[in-house]
């Protein structure tokens, strides 16, 4: 589907699927980052605070239903696009929730200027629902996620550690099984004697990206 057909026309669903495809390539190529050393931990911690943001929505989505709802009764007969239908009722309430409230345009105005292409045919509970919305969904609950995700932070570290260390053993395990013996028996020593106080590294420049980019056992960070 992402590629043109064979008639030389591009058609509606080629571009969808092109969009949703770019999508997730850049976000498998992120999920593939987290098994590096430098650079992995930090999108572990995301998928974490990821994990416990779409909990936190799931349980407070009947919040967004209700407010969702509740405007869109008291507003698609005012001439709002943003709330003529329950879908697009939703979204705009999600977009409020990050601080989009078009207050002026959408409420003000239209109160004192009913003969506009806009009007607010309820304007008491339509007031006192978005008072109510402004209290709970901004100021509250947006609180709540920003808590959540910086109070947990520290353990969230913790176990991004331990599991980027056990994607790293998966990842190393299946290498090995990939490769040719004869380069398996090059690089497996049963015994490797270091001096440390010569300058010169034994194992090169290879052992130095390695020990850099993916988990050095001897590193304080893994203690």
Not at 99 to 108: A, K, P, R, S
Not at 129 to 150: C, E, H, T
Not at 152 to 174: G, P
Request: charged share 20%.
């Amino acid at each position: 589907m992402v590629l043109p057909s064979l008639d030389g026309q591009i058609h509606d669903i080629q571009f969808t699927a092109s969009s949703i495809t770019v999508f997730l390539a850049w976000f498998e190529l992120l999920l593939l980052l987290q098994r590096f050393d430098q650079v992995g931990i930090y999108v572990v911690m995301f998928l974490e605070i990821l994990q416990t943001l779409i909990k936190v929505l799931m349980l407070f989505s009947m919040l967004i239903i209700a407010f969702g709802l509740s405007l869109h009764i008291l507003l698609s007969k005012g001439n709002h696009l943003s709330f003529r239908t329950v879908p697009m009722s939703l979204m705009r309430i999600f977009a409020m929730m990050l601080g989009e409230l078009d207050f002026v345009g959408t409420y003000v105005q239209p109160y004192y200027k009913p003969e506009s292409d806009r009007s607010l045919p309820f304007p008491a509970p339509t007031f006192i629902i978005l008072g109510l919305f402004m209290v709970l969904m901004p100021i509250l609950l947006m609180n709540l996620l920003i808590g959540l995700a910086v109070g947990d932070i520290e353990s969230v570290r913790r176990n991004a550690q331990l599991k980027r260390l056990a994607m790293q053993v998966v990842l190393h395990t299946e290498l090995e099984r990939k490769l040719p013996t004869f380069i398996l028996e090059k690089v497996d020593k049963n015994e490797l004697i270091e001096y440390p106080n010569n300058k010169k590294c034994k194992l090169g420049f290879f052992d130095f990206i390695v020990r850099k980019w993916f988990c050095n056992p001897f590193s304080e960070e893994s203690k």
